[in-house]
């Protein structure tokens, strides 16, 4: 076993899988659905909609009635539970710690079970929990000595301490607050992109389906599955009124997320310098953007504003968003609503000043029918 390398990622596949539990609850109706190697899928539907039972079908803590769940084309029930476990990491929504163990020998009990010493696997689990963005002195405190937050990460290090190809996560970030959430969002995307593991991961949040999945499931009551798309098709085509209803009347917005601002020209405004001085500052009109040394934006000045000797940042009104060129139309629009002057800044991977756009620029690319998959969209 190696620990923490990038370990590739297994294809899962449920092969007209169903579940009917002994008092006569349907949880999951036949169901077929591959699961692509090295990508993050999501499951997400409503409360009781049979997730947490499928996901389950995977490392054998539920037996499908009928049908059967394949790993890289084996069936799971060839494998012994335990066995077949150690592939899989299993990450659930209080990140289930051991209370009396330590944070890293929470980690560190995965490498011990496979039969690496004490030192070993100790060492093996502070470069985990590093790795999942924890600082090395909270590796000797216990679970309850730290955030909800810090008590995920250390169940993600742990489920990855076997470095195993298939990764299961039940609504692992869930009981911790929005914010928090999203750092444990993008952290997993990061961790991801290192890692390309095959993760399934359980959620009733639509938004964190969107975010999180290469290919979104949409499950819904009495377990059925209603659509098996990619979020951008998803939020595009919803096969139904339940899809349609579930991904929200906002999708036509949050489907900017997916299409790139690539053609979106750039305009250019008045900029100045900090440390300029009066005489350089131009005869104001309209507003004037302010870049530091390095030609990134720092501020505004706004028109008609006047400059004594040389500029400085508390003259300055605090931009809005930034949008790096290229990206998601979403940031685009973002930038241009939330600058005090209208203008959303576009700046280079290095935060570089390249130019200046409109709301209504980003709304005439997107009417101009320039991108595909949203006029589809808007004629539906
Ligand atoms: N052991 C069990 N015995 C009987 N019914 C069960 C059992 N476990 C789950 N169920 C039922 O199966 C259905 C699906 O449950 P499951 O936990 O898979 O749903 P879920 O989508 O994960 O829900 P949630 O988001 O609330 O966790 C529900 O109606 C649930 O009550």
Redesign the pocket.
């Known amino acids: 076993m190696t620990v923490g390398d990038p370990g590739g990622g297994s294809v899962i596949e449920f092969r007209s899988v169903r579940k009917q ?3 006569g ?1 349907v ?2 109706q036949e169901l077929s659905l591959t699961v692509p190697a090295g990508t993050i899928t999501v499951l997400v ?10 996901l389950r079908m995977v490392n054998r803590m539920i037996e499908p009635s009928s049908g059967a769940v394949l790993l890289d084309g084996g069936d799971v029930r060839d494998s012994e539970p335990a066995r077949l476990r150690r592939g899989i990491g299993y990450v659930i929504q209080q990140a289930g710690l051991f209370p009396h163990r330590t944070v890293r020998d929470n980690v560190a009990t995965v490498p011990r079970l496979f039969g690496h010493g004490r030192r070993d696997a100790r060492r093996r689990a502070e470069g985990l929990l590093e790795r999942v963005g924890l600082p090395p002195e909270v590796s000797k405190r216990y679970p309850a000595q730290l955030s909800g937050g810090q008590q995920q990460r250390v169940g993600v290090a742990r489920a990855l301490a076997a470095d195993p190809p298939v990764l299961l996560m039940d ?1 692992p970030f869930s009981a911790v607050d929005p914010v928090v959430r999203e750092g444990l969002q993008d952290e997993l995307l990061r961790l991801q992109g290192e890692l390309g593991k095959t993760v399934l991961f ?1 959620t ?1 949040d639509i938004d964190e389906a969107v975010k999180l999945g290469e290919n979104v499931a949409v ?1 819904r009551q009495g ?1 059925y599955l209603a659509q098996y798309a990619p979020p951008e098709q998803l939020l595009a085509e919803p096969a139904d009124d339940f899809v349609t209803s579930f991904v929200g009347r906002d999708r036509g917005y949050r489907r900017l997320s997916f299409v790139d601002s690539t053609g979106l020209g750039a305009g250019s405004v008045d900029t100045v310098r900090i440390g300029d001085t009066s005489a350089d500052v131009p005869s104001q009109a309209g507003w004037v953007l302010v870049l530091d040394t390095h030609d990134r934006p720092r501020g505004w000045l706004p028109p008609e504003a006047t400059v004594h000797g040389q500029l400085t940042e508390d003259q300055l009104i605090a931009g809005g968003s930034l949008h790096t060129g290229g990206a998601p139309l979403r940031g685009a629009l973002d930038a241009a609503l939330s600058s005090p002057s209208g203008l959303g800044v576009v700046v280079d991977e290095d935060g570089v000043y390249l130019g200046v756009i409109t709301a209504r620029q980003v709304l005439e690319v997107l009417e101009s029918g320039r991108h595909p998959a949203m006029a589809e969209g808007a004629s539906r």
């Open positions: 539990y002994d008092d609850t949880a999951v539907g409503p409360s009781g909609c049979g997730k947490t039972t499928l609504e359980v009733h499950l377990g």
